[in-house]
């Protein structure tokens, strides 16, 4: 990612039945992938966790562009409204080791990982991973590794970390292997865990728009 773009992470809640309408809304929607490398950048539908949801990262060189797009997509088609009965996003900045969005040759099992941290904590945080990371990465793909803007006054900051497999078994067997590791996740030197919130859930990549 490079310097003045944005990432905007969004997500549709489907009603029950209406996921395959909400996909087939968005493969239509305008610039859904832009020849420079803007517009969609990956999609996912929820397998574990909150099902019936489609979420789907989009990618701008800039604010400008961010808001011009919306307007594009807001002439084009839509989910209906009694197939999506919600809708987020929330803008989403590069950790420093947060691999490129391209083209890879991923698992088709993701699991998506939401920690909430006091926004002072992110300088350690970061500094522990970038130490283990590529180490990290030998057992399984990062997707990415992303940080909230700290909400306006709030200082929390949202740390959303996503990880490839090839199935659930290798999921489940790397899991339990960087944690037997003792470097995964990184220690922080006999401190107490700066973590106040965790969340998880599983996702499939989106045919039409696996990750890049």
């Given at each position: 990612?490079?310097?003045?773009?944005?990432?905007?992470?969004?997500?549709?809640?489907?009603r029950?039945?209406?996921l395959?309408a909400?996909?087939?809304?968005?493969?239509?929607?305008?610039?859904?992938?832009?020849d420079?490398?803007d517009?969609?950048?990956?999609?996912?539908?929820?397998?574990a966790?909150?099902?019936?949801?489609?979420?789907?990262?989009?990618?701008?060189?800039?604010?400008?562009?961010?808001?011009?797009?919306?307007?594009?997509?807001?002439?084009?088609?839509?989910?209906p409204?009694?197939?999506?009965?919600?809708?987020?996003?929330?803008?989403?900045?590069?950790?420093?080791?947060?691999?490129?969005?391209?083209?890879?040759?991923?698992?088709?099992?993701?699991?998506?990982?939401?920690?909430?941290?006091?926004?002072?904590?992110?300088?350690?945080?970061?500094?522990r991973?970038?130490?283990v990371?590529?180490?990290?990465?030998?057992?399984?793909?990062?997707?990415?590794?992303?940080?909230?803007?700290?909400?306006?006054?709030?200082?929390?900051?949202?740390?959303?970390?996503?990880?490839?497999?090839?199935d659930?078994?290798?999921?489940q067997?790397?899991?339990?292997?960087?944690?037997?590791?003792?470097r995964?996740?990184?220690?922080?030197?006999?401190?107490?865990?700066?973590?106040?919130?965790?969340?998880?859930?599983?996702?499939?990549?989106?045919?039409?728009?696996?990750?890049?």
């Amino acid at each position: 990612m490079s310097a003045g773009e944005l990432l905007e992470l969004c997500t549709w809640q489907a009603r029950v039945g209406g996921l395959d309408a909400a996909i087939q809304a968005l493969q239509a929607a305008p610039r859904v992938r832009g020849d420079d490398g803007d517009g969609l950048a990956a999609a996912w539908t929820a397998d574990a966790g909150p099902l019936n949801r489609l979420i789907h990262l989009w990618r701008y060189r800039g604010a400008q562009q961010r808001a011009q797009l919306h307007a594009t997509a807001a002439q084009g088609p839509m989910p209906p409204i009694d197939v999506c009965i919600g809708f987020s996003s929330e803008l989403l900045e590069p950790l420093p080791f947060s691999p490129p969005l391209r083209p890879r040759d991923l698992g088709s099992f993701h699991e998506f990982r939401i920690y909430t941290y006091p926004t002072s904590a992110i300088p350690d945080l970061v500094e522990r991973w970038s130490s283990v990371i590529e180490w990290r990465q030998t057992l399984s793909p990062l997707v990415g590794a992303w940080i909230t803007p700290a909400a306006s006054g709030s200082g929390l900051t949202r740390l959303v970390h996503c990880w490839a497999y090839r199935d659930a078994n290798e999921w489940q067997a790397v899991r339990a292997l960087a944690r037997h590791s003792g470097r995964w996740p990184p220690p922080a030197a006999g401190r107490p865990t700066a973590i106040l919130e965790q969340s998880s859930y599983v996702a499939l990549p989106v045919s039409f728009a696996s990750p890049r």
